[in-house]
């Protein structure tokens, strides 16, 4: 039962930038708590690409950039290259339901 | 360097338990958390609960509680899972992986339980 709401879908062409939206409410992003971001390859475990709603752990490329603002969060990807197709998710931490939440998630197409 | 690897898939009838494994190597086990997370086919991450390595505190999901519970083994650094009364729709890649200021930094390889009549 996601809380938090991402576009099923986004692509582009090879150098593009995309972006990838996340919306919440005020029981979790609204109310501040930190946005994360990891990317899914098909048969793998999610890999953290963003913490703290803008920070890259090392080793992340960056190419990819969070933001958020209010109720939602964005991730971008700049200069968008093959390897960066698959799933990508949020996460943020829910009061009201007293643990962590993910997104419904978004599947990126490099065109 | 960290690694958690779990143990192999399982086929369950409904009704039934599962226990699943992920033993940790390359840190010092008490310092993180651990996480339980599963992902039914095609949908999104579900976070279960979590365990204090070091205190043995646990918090779990609210639809979850009662039926299932996460231990820590701090003897050989392994975390494990064990979910109750399986349900079909129980069926899932369930996943171990560290819990620390809210980041999921390191996960184990995924377990497939499978629940069939």
């Known amino acids: 039962q996601s809380v938090l709401t991402q576009p099923p879908s986004v692509s582009g062409a090879p150098g593009q930038r995309v972006t990838i939206s996340c919306t919440g409410s005020?029981?979790?992003?609204?109310?501040?708590?930190?946005v994360l971001w990891y990317h899914q390859l098909p048969g793998t475990a999610p890999k953290l690409l963003i913490y703290g709603d803008i920070n890259r752990p090392s080793g992340v490329p960056d190419r990819f950039s969070g933001s958020k603002s209010g109720t939602s969060a964005s991730l971008a990807i700049t200069g968008l290259q093959a390897e960066d197709e698959g799933d990508y998710y949020c996460?943020?931490?829910?009061?009201?339901?007293?643990?962590?939440?993910f997104g419904t998630g978004t599947k990126v197409t490099v065109l | 360097q960290i690694q958690l690897v779990q143990s192999g898939a399982e086929v369950k009838k409904p009704g039934a338990s599962v226990k699943v494994s992920c033993k940790t190597s390359?840190?010092?086990?008490?310092?993180?958390?651990m996480i339980w997370i599963r992902q039914a086919p095609g949908q999104g991450p579900e976070w279960m609960g979590w365990i204090n390595a070091y205190s043995g505190n646990t918090k779990y999901t609210q639809n979850l509680q009662g039926r299932m519970t996460i231990t820590a083994d701090t003897s050989t650094t392994t975390g494990y899972m064990e979910l109750r009364s399986l349900r079909f729709d129980d069926t899932a890649v369930y996943y171990c992986?560290?819990?620390?200021?809210?980041?999921?930094?390191?996960w184990g390889q995924g377990t497939l339980v499978t629940v069939s009549s």
């Open positions: 005020s029981s979790n992003i609204g109310a501040g708590y930190d």
């Open positions: 390359g840190y010092t086990f008490s310092n993180y958390n």
């Open positions: 996460q943020s931490y829910d009061s009201g339901l007293s643990g962590y939440v």
């Open positions: 992986a560290t819990l620390a200021a809210g980041r999921l930094d390191y």
